[in-house]
């Protein structure tokens, strides 16, 4: 919400400046969050009058002007504007003047022609980044005026932040019912502030003529309230006066015509949004209802679109006119040559049109205020203020105002125990401070026993409960009157379990090895998510935007996202993780009376590398990150981590692996799918995890373990295997034969250490049949340790846990020594 101070001000003026002003907003519930002048700083500069104008003897685009100031003796003033002419009004720095750059005015001569002065543009003023010409001021500008004065530049901007419950103060009026409710007695200096808050006065105005427009209100559900009149003979040509243009621009609003301007006007001072008819164009009389399928209507926007039976509507015997509470339709708008208009405030219930506006991809000023609740009993108020409005400036003859009430808003009073508000509170607030406090915000209230009973006015729809009228207290009271006590329990610290770590270490550890944090939306696009993931998504109901439709079941679209951002502005290398969570549809989660299958919401770790495996430095040389790279840091989380084969729908089918833990899968590791590299524009293939936080947050306690004291022996066993046998689960199957028996007790490491396969050519292996194809097998060579603690390892019984290991591997993978 923005709005001027002065504009603010007509309506209460306390004694504080403007930054206390401001100040005293925000400890009411009321962020401001900015506080600027409306121009800078200036002086010297007057409103001039053109007599006459004359070429320059010197110079082909300058002239000379002389101006009247105001003074007993007009100016002569050498200027280069293109836009100057005799008559014009334009502002005037005086000799001695000081403009907004610092630019300080002094006698000059131009071309051998004298200047005491400088007219002026609305840029050099800083007014405007307009920079064509001269700034033109109104032809009855009073000459010799300070423009500051004249253009009242001495008045500062604010802008509050409003939560969504606070659609009362979503106008001027509504702003400065909050500062006349300020705690007096505390103010600056401690002064007696006893204003209260005094709108304009709104008197009716008489009916002339007998004209009606028949209303029809089909859909009580939509609207509960409409009031409208007729004016005819308008003058939809008459300037909108400057008072109103300038309260306009300094609101953020644009001014257009009178007509136009008068209605946004009312929403802004009033918070009624309003809407004008051009009555000429209107066919037959105007339905409330819902919309139709197949119905469509041009808005003022230009937007074409089309309603259905969710989306409220107002129409003629020729169809739909307007979109109810959100935009009137182009057809029936008032132009210049509007003639006779119909004026309408209507009361639309909030849930009638909250979401609809995000349907149609655009929001409104008046829908923002109805769907958050505009006040149904000043309709007819309205009505009168913004007919006085038009009659006085467009002129015209204004009939009788039509008000259908069907339903309102039923307001039942909300009960508030002082005890409680104490409690809650935590400071000892009277019960004459509450009443007081009420009494200021205009609240209607009983009191009796310790318990206020406060009936909600009809501009608030935020007052439901005990704790809203508590929160109340506390902003007006002010909370800078809670005091801030310590606490007083005494503070354990609890010992963290030793096997058990936390997301932070696990962020600290990705962090050293060269990964950056990153943090993305919930919210993601369907196709995004479709790309990266299997199953349906769940969609939002009320997206904030369509690439924000549905909630993320994987993070790395999110990463991959953001890597394709950056690299589209020449980034060469990047990691980056992501730790939060993911939202899944899960049978086994039920939710709601119905029992129907819920949400599960796992927090999952996703990473990429992109990029070269390192920084390019002279000491190694440079080459892009692959699996293993990766597979490496994932290691330093996960050292008790398998990894075996598998696939996945983002990850390259070849070039991908499943991660598990005691044979749980928790996560895959792979390059993206070449689809994806594609869709993204990725010059080369990132690799890309995704795993579950939770396994990573168990860690095994260190034990003991003695240091032996005998050498360890070495043995190397290469053998043939199939191509298809995963060196993985040959170490596995060792390890657990030696687990199982005595006799590879001591084996303390069973590595690979190299890995060979025949070329397609070779055909034959010495020792082996002349049908054994060597393409279809890999030879792998394995370094065994043993080691006892206890007594020396002899070569008989290196030799026979080699021999044990051999069986093992021939009995479970038909493996066959190499020769």
Request: charge should be negative; charged fraction near 25%; glycine fraction near 8%.
């Amino acid at each position: 919400m923005q709005f001027s101070e002065q504009w603010l001000r007509s309506y209460v003026d306390p004694p504080i400046s403007s930054g206390e002003l401001a100040e005293r907003l925000t400890m009411a519930g009321l962020e401001v969050e900015s506080n600027e002048p409306v121009a800078a700083p200036f002086s010297g500069v007057v409103v001039a009058h053109v007599n006459r104008v004359e070429r320059h003897q010197n110079a082909d685009k300058l002239t000379v002007c002389e101006v009247d100031v105001g003074a007993k003796q007009t100016l002569s003033i050498v200027c280069g504007a293109p836009n100057v002419t005799p008559g014009m009004r334009t502002p005037c720095a005086l000799i001695g003047a000081l403009l907004p750059d610092g630019t300080a005015i002094k006698p000059v001569s131009v071309r051998g022609t004298a200047s005491h002065g400088m007219l002026c543009s609305a840029r050099e003023l800083g007014l405007s980044e307009d920079h064509a010409g001269l700034m033109v001021l109104e032809s009855d500008a009073p000459v010799g005026t300070d423009l500051r004065e004249y253009l009242a530049l001495d008045d500062r901007m604010f802008t509050v932040k409003l939560t969504p419950d606070r659609a009362d103060c979503l106008s001027v009026a509504g702003i400065a019912r909050e500062v006349a409710a300020l705690d007096v007695g505390r103010l600056p200096g401690g002064s007696q502030w006893r204003e209260s808050l005094a709108p304009n006065e709104i008197e009716p105005v008489a009916a002339t003529i007998t004209g009606r427009l028949s209303v029809k209100v089909e859909a009580p559900d939509l609207c509960g309230r409409f009031a409208g009149r007729v004016i005819r003979g308008v003058d939809a040509k008459a300037p909108t006066p400057r008072w109103i243009r300038r309260r306009l621009e300094r609101s953020g609003q644009r001014p257009i015509s009178a007509l136009i301007d008068i209605s946004n006007y009312v929403m802004l001072e009033l918070g009624r949004p309003t809407h004008v008819f051009d009555f000429d164009r209107v066919a037959g009389d105007l339905t409330v209802r819902w919309g139709r399928e197949g119905e469509r209507v041009k808005l003022l926007n230009g937007q074409t679109v089309d309603v259905d039976a969710n989306v409220g509507v107002i129409a003629d015997e020729h169809g739909v006119e307007a979109l109810a509470g959100i935009m009137g339709g182009d057809r029936t708008a008032v132009s210049l040559a509007t003639t006779n208009i119909y004026v309408e405030a209507a009361f639309w219930w909030p849930d009638a049109i909250r979401g609809r506006t995000r349907r149609y991809n655009f929001s409104t000023d008046a829908a923002h205020r109805f769907e958050r609740g505009v006040d149904f009993a000043s309709n007819v108020a309205h009505i009168e203020y913004i007919t006085r409005l038009i009659i006085d400036i467009c002129g015209g003859k204004a009939g009788p105002v039509d008000d259908q009430v069907l339903t309102l808003p039923e307001r039942r009073p909300v009960s508030m125990r002082v005890e409680r508000c104490r409690r809650v509170l935590g400071m000892p607030v009277t019960v004459d401070e509450i009443a007081a406090a009420f009494n200021r915000i205009g609240f209607t209230f009983e009191q009796g026993d310790g318990i206020f009973s406060v009936k909600p006015p009809t501009f608030r729809f935020d007052l439901e409960i005990e704790e809203d009228l508590i929160g109340e207290v506390a902003r007006l009271v002010g909370y800078d009157r809670i005091p801030a006590d310590p606490p007083r329990a005494r503070a354990a610290m609890c010992a963290q379990p030793e096997e058990r770590s936390s997301a932070h270490d696990v962020r600290r550890t990705l962090t050293s090895a060269g990964y950056t944090d990153l943090i993305n939306y919930s919210f993601v696009d369907a196709d995004t998510e479709l790309s990266f993931s299997d199953g349906t998504p769940i969609a939002v109901l009320n997206p904030i935007a369509n690439p924000m439709s549905v909630m993320r079941s994987t993070l790395l679209g999110g990463l991959v996202g953001a890597l394709a951002y950056n690299v589209n502005r020449r980034a060469t290398r990047a990691r980056v993780f992501e730790i939060g969570r993911v939202f899944r549809r899960d049978a086994s989660v039920l939710d709601g009376p119905l029992q129907v299958a819920g949400v599960d919401q796992p927090i999952r770790v996703a990473g990429l590398a992109y990029g070269t495996n390192d920084d390019e430095q002279w000491g190694t040389t440079s080459r892009d990150v692959d699996f293993f790279d990766v597979k490496g840091d994932l290691q330093r989380l996960l050292p008790d981590a398998r990894f075996r084969a598998g696939a996945h729908r983002a990850l390259h089918p070849g070039r991908s692996a499943v991660i598990e833990i005691n044979q749980q899968p928790i996560g895959c590791l792979g390059q993206l799918h070449p689809r994806l590299q594609q869709k993204y524009g990725l010059p080369r293939a990132p690799i890309v995890f995704e795993l579950d936080l939770a396994p990573l947050l168990v860690q095994q306690v260190p034990q003991h373990v003695e240091i032996a004291r005998l050498q360890p022996v070495q043995r190397d066993l290469s053998v043939w295997v199939e191509d298809s046998v995963p060196v993985q689960a040959i170490v596995d199957a060792v390890y657990a034969e030696s687990r199982a028996y005595s006799r590879l007790s001591a084996l303390r490491g069973f590595s690979l250490f190299d890995v060979y396969r025949a070329s397609p050519n070779s055909t034959k292996v010495a020792g082996a049949s002349a049908n054994v194809l060597l393409i279809k097998e890999k030879s792998l060579a394995f370094r065994i340790v043993l080691q006892d603690t206890e007594i020396p390892v002899s070569d008989a019984d290196a030799d026979a846990a080699v021999e044990a290991i051999f069986q093992v591997l021939k009995q479970q993978f038909g493996a066959r020594l190499r020769q």
